[in-house]
Structures are given as structure tokens and as C-alpha cells.
Nanobody
Framework: QVQLVESGGGLVQAGGSLRLSCTASGNRFSFADMGWYRQAPGKQRELVAKMSPFCTPTYADFVKGRFTISRDTAETTLYLQMNTLKPEDTAVYYC?????????????WGQGTQVTVSS
């Protein structure tokens, strides 16, 4: 099993920055994609950014140039640096890890961390 613990959310003014962290337990060699998603009230959960096992990042268009995804060398902590935040970035942010097919191919989600951007 994989357990994810997120931190770093909070309240920030528009134009400000936050850094989210997601620490994973479990066998890191089973981790395939690692990513951040968000869900605003009344909206579907959407991809923010993800990183392939080869550290290739993918970003949603609405965060390009503002957010940066990264992970530590131990490959157990995922980060999301969020700059130039906008009120529309307000949402609950979730970390997700997908395991390789040989490890079950399943997805694991964190509990979510609230990000609120005031105008």
C-alpha cells in the first residue's frame, strides 16, 4: 500500500506563493507517475501537473509558467511550487501516485490540502 500526506496549503493573497508537499510511504520503486490535481467547489477534479518516472513534467495550460512540479532525490516527496497565484486557483489540491502495472497499476490519493487565494 501507498500512503500520501500533503501539507503546505493555506490562505494567500493574489500574486502570492505557496509550496505544497506530498510525502509518500511505500515502495518507491513501484511509483510510476506522480502528480497534483485540484478540485474547486462544484467542479470536477482536474490535473494541475504531473511527473513521469523519468522526471518529465506535464502542466495544465492554466498553470504553465506559474507552477513548478518537482520531487526529492529519494523520490518519495513531491512538491508543487505555486507562484503568481490567482483567485481562480482556489481549490483543494490532491496528490496522486500511480503504480506500475506489475505492482497493481492502481492509484493512491492524498487527503487533500486547501488552497485559498483572496483577491
Amino acid at each position: 500500500q501507498v500512503q500520501l500526506v500533503e501539507s503546505g496549503g493555506g490562505l494567500v493573497q493574489a500574486g502570492g506563493s505557496l509550496r505544497l508537499s506530498c510525502t509518500a510511504s511505500g515502495n518507491r520503486f513501484s511509483f510510476a507517475d506522480m502528480g497534483w490535481y485540484r478540485q474547486a467547489p462544484g467542479k470536477q477534479r482536474e490535473l494541475v501537473a504531473k511527473m513521469s518516472p523519468f522526471c518529465t513534467p506535464t502542466y495544465a495550460d492554466f498553470v504553465k509558467g506559474r507552477f513548478t512540479i518537482s520531487r526529492d532525490t529519494a523520490e518519495t516527496t513531491l512538491y508543487l511550487q505555486m507562484n503568481t497565484l490567482k483567485p481562480e486557483d482556489t481549490a483543494v489540491y490532491y496528490c496522486k501516485i500511480s503504480r506500475y502495472p506489475d505492482w497493481g497499476g492502481d492509484d493512491f490519493w492524498g487527503q487533500g490540502t486547501q488552497v485559498t487565494v483572496s483577491s
